[in-house]
C-alpha cells in the first residue's frame, strides 16, 4: 500500500504552534521598511542655494568608508510641479569618502503637506565630488563632519526642515 503525500505540517511543529506566532508578528512589523523608519529624524543643513540641503544623519548606512544615505532637498515657498504644490524630495545617495565620489541611486517627491513619493531613477555610475557643490557639502557632513550651519538646529522632521529652510533660500544662507 502506497503512502499519499498530504500536505499536512510535521507533528512536532503544530504542537508549539500558536506559541511564537505573536512575537513573529512583532518581528516582522518592526522590519517592515515603513514601520521601521523612526518618527523623528535628524535633518542637518549641508548646504543652501537654489534648495536648502540636510542630510539625514540618523539614516546614514556604513560600510566600510562608503555611506549610503538619504538627503533631503527642500525647495523654494511656492514651489509647485503641474497643479501640485511640492517641499522638495529625497535624493538616495551612495558616497564614498575615502575615493571622494558619489553615485546617485533615486529620487522620491515630497508633496506639500508630507506625501511621499515613490523612489524613480537608476543607479548612476560613481563620479567625483564636484569642488564646491552641493554634493561635496553633504560628502563633508557625513564623511568628515563638518557642521556649516551650526547656528541652525537639527530639523526632528520634513515639515520642520521645510520651516527652517525656505527663508535660508531667499536669504541666500551662508555657512
Do not use: N, Y
Not at 516582522?28 to 535628524?42: D, F, G, I, N, V
Not at 543643513?45 to 546614514?60: E, I, Q, Y
Not at 557643490?133 to 550651519?149: I, L, M, Q
Amino acid at each position: 500500500m502506497k503512502r499519499r503525500a498530504t500536505s499536512r505540517p510535521h507533528p512536532e511543529l503544530v504542537e508549539g504552534q500558536g506559541r511564537f506566532l505573536p512575537l513573529l508578528a512583532v518581528l516582522a512589523l518592526a522590519s517592515s521598511p515603513t514601520l521601521a523608519r523612526p518618527t523623528q529624524l535628524e535633518l542637518r543643513l549641508a548646504d543652501v542655494g537654489r534648495f536648502a540641503v540636510f542630510v539625514d544623519m540618523g539614516g546614514v548606512r556604513w560600510e566600510g568608508r562608503t555611506a549610503r544615505l538619504r538627503v533631503l532637498q527642500v525647495t523654494e515657498g511656492g514651489f509647485r510641479a503641474g497643479a501640485e504644490a511640492f517641499w522638495g524630495g529625497w535624493r538616495h545617495e551612495v558616497i564614498d569618502c575615502q575615493a571622494r565620489t558619489i553615485a546617485h541611486t533615486g529620487f522620491g517627491s515630497i508633496r506639500a503637506g508630507g506625501r511621499e513619493g515613490p523612489v524613480t531613477g537608476d543607479l548612476r555610475p560613481a563620479a567625483p565630488l564636484p569642488a564646491g557643490s552641493t554634493d561635496e557639502a553633504v560628502a563633508k557632513v557625513v564623511c568628515d563632519g563638518w557642521r556649516p550651519f551650526a547656528q541652525v538646529p537639527v530639523a526632528g522632521s520634513i515639515e520642520e526642515a521645510v520651516r527652517i529652510g525656505r527663508p535660508l533660500i531667499e536669504t541666500g544662507a551662508e555657512p
